[in-house]
């Protein structure tokens, strides 16, 4: 199956079992849960939640195992989104061709709300590994590799970071690196490990998987860099050009040492795969080819 | 030992694991983590750990093996003042007689810096759960019943409808209960009963941890409004009658009635207690007394 067609129908599922795992619109209080279920059900890409699954499998585990977890990385996501969105942050008006959830439900509901599906993220995690029955450890651990990725010494270091460099000159290459490994990685390396964790997969296994997505969510970051200084604001579905005051990765190396990083790290993230001797690794490789071809 | 010198000396514990818990202000990004620190190490009353230890105790648990999961609650509480604080929420300028922590950091930092704080009382939940070698089930319990106690159930939804119901010139009786319930008793639940869950505490005490707790919840919230309505600013720390356009206990019911519902709550917490018999609850029932007492 051709790449896109492939993610196109992990996709559809992912956007199934999102359906199944959220709060009702009709629970109390009503806003939050609408202000929730309008930041989730957008019509994003989904790789997160789909690399969950596509990893569970190449350890041959089965997806319906997962599903729980897979959900609680997209809502996480999603919240990072909303939170990255407002007035104090990026301030954003549109994301994915829709107006930002601060301004359809104001900052404070938009606030509260990612908050709630943040907390939702963790119950979910928590509820899956009591589904496949877990021991206190791997729960733990599942547990405690989330927090890491969003909290200060993952994507919140790294929004940090790139909100207090965004108005200097010119900044390393290591913070930059600092910003795009965080911002993107850590919540790509915790899909990738998260079902293995849950369900007993070996260290090796999981070193492979974390190499992997490392490389392919730094790949990713560049490539948004690169759309964002040169894509199409209609394909894109926000406003380009909005990081033309940050640094990011086109404006510290130029855009062709950026085309060949990515290739690079998305060549590395193939390799790293291989290692995965007699695993169906289909949707993975599809997953770090689409980096690379995606214009969106 | 009189009430105020029981808690003060349970405080003086609480400063000390609080201390040995939070991320380094050395650490990288440094500023994320000196908000941290200001928002926690600002001489707050420190009930919700006090209430974890003291909880663990009358059960008969060392309190060496509750500190991660009492300093997580503590946490969890700073994060929601720091949010509550917020210029899209409450607008508050001062705390605990400090500038608010987005005042001295700014809104972007301090907002950040709340939920890396909320992370990190993840991540110390299921640390806890590991040291003292709880299995899935019990981790998997506390992780979820700190997450709903913050969420769109718990304190995120109180905190929603107070916002919203701000403006209207009058609500419901039972409005308000959900508001106060969630805004303060669902955390207080979770300090009575966490050590319990990760411990292996049975059903009946849990039970009876949850009716103290709730109870107390309920009576701390009415007479804060109390002493909203009624305290004096410079002992209280804070701005008072800045609740006067919100509807509180006070508004709805009046100050007499208040004031003997808090009795009531306080007495309902008291007999709870009883039911743990041969155990030691001194430092829960001064708690209770410290209630009424207060007058910050």
């Given at each position: 199956m051709e790449t896109v067609a492939l993610l196109d129908k992990e996709r559809r599922h992912i956007e199934r079992i999102l359906e199944?795992?959220?709060?009702?619109?009709?629970?109390?209080p009503g806003r939050i849960h609408e202000a929730i279920r309008y930041s989730v059900l957008d019509g994003g890409k989904r790789l997160r939640p789909i690399m969950v699954i596509a990893a569970a499998e190449a350890l041959g585990y089965d997806r319906s195992r997962i599903e729980k977890a897979a959900c609680s990385i997209?809502?996480?996501?999603?919240?990072?989104?909303?939170?990255?969105?407002?007035?104090?942050?990026?301030?954003?008006?549109?994301?994915?061709?829709?107006?930002?959830?601060?301004?359809?439900?104001?900052?404070?509901?938009?606030l509260l709300s990612a908050d709630a599906l943040l907390m939702h993220a963790f119950k979910l995690v928590a509820d899956n590994g009591v589904d496949v029955e877990a021991d206190g450890v791997r729960i733990a651990t599942a547990v405690r590799d989330l927090a890491t990725a969003v909290g200060s010494y993952g994507m919140v270091g790294g929004q940090h970071v790139d909100l207090e460099t965004a108005s200097l000159e010119s900044i390393d290459k290591e913070t930059l690196e600092y910003i795009q490994t965080r911002k993107t990685g850590a919540l790509f390396v915790v899909a990738a490990t998260i079902g293995g964790t849950l369900l007993g997969a070996g260290t090796?296994?999981?070193a492979v998987l974390k190499k992997y997505a490392g490389a392919l969510g730094l790949a990713?970051?560049?490539v948004d860099d690169i759309l964002d200084a040169q894509g199409d604001p209609e394909t894109l579905g926000k406003d380009v050009g909005k990081d033309a005051n940050k640094q990011?990765?086109?404006?510290?190396?130029?855009?062709?040492?950026?085309?060949?990083?990515?290739?690079?790290?998305?060549r590395e993230a193939g390799e790293a795969l291989r290692a995965l001797t007699?695993?169906?690794?289909?949707?993975l490789g599809a997953m770090a080819a689409y980096c690379l071809e995606r214009t969106s």
């Open positions: 199944r795992h959220l709060p009702a619109s009709g629970d109390y997209e809502f996480v996501h999603c919240c990072s989104l909303v939170l990255d969105d407002l007035p104090s942050m990026d301030n954003a008006l549109k994301r994915r061709g829709r107006p930002t959830t601060h301004r359809v439900f104001g900052v404070a509901t938009g090796d296994d999981l990713y970051q560049i990011t990765y086109v404006t510290v190396h130029g855009v062709e040492k950026a085309r060949e990083t990515s290739r690079d790290l998305v007699g695993a169906e690794t289909s949707v």
